[in-house]
């Protein structure tokens, strides 16, 4: 089992910046690959961002590519999203995801473990 912890969300100004944390415990951290996903009120959840267990690869939704980056510390047991030039149609409940795997996850019936999100909100 992975307990995931999301944090670091609020609300922002239209081209301000963010940055998202998600704590794990439980398992060996660095043994998982973990994204980043987020739901908009009213539309399916989608993929944002993911990272290997490693950090040494790492996939983009097209809509973030150039703002967005994820990170990860495995000594902190810790994966980041920095979220820069934000978009009011950023705004959703970002969810952070674990699964046991080597790879780079997009998909998130693939994840087996989720956090329980917190909420970005970017407005004037």
């Known amino acids: 089992q992975v307990q995931l912890v999301e944090s670091g969300g609020g609300l922002v100004l239209p081209g301000g910046s963010l940055r998202l944390s998600c704590a794990a415990s439980?398992?060996?951290?660095?043994?998982?690959?973990m994204g980043w996903f987020r739901q908009a009120p009213g539309k399916e959840r989608e993929f944002v961002a993911a990272i290997s267990w490693s950090g040494g690869n790492t996939y983009y939704a097209d809509s973030v590519k150039g703002r967005f980056t994820i990170s990860r510390d495995n000594a902190k047991d810790t994966v980041y999203l920095q979220m820069n030039s934000l978009k009011p149609e950023d705004t959703a409940v970002y969810y952070c995801a674990a699964d046991y795997t080597l790879g780079v996850i997009t998909t998130s019936d693939r994840y087996d473990y989720w956090g329980q999100g917190t909420q970005v909100t970017v407005s004037s």
């Open positions: 439980g398992r060996a951290f660095s043994n998982y690959a």
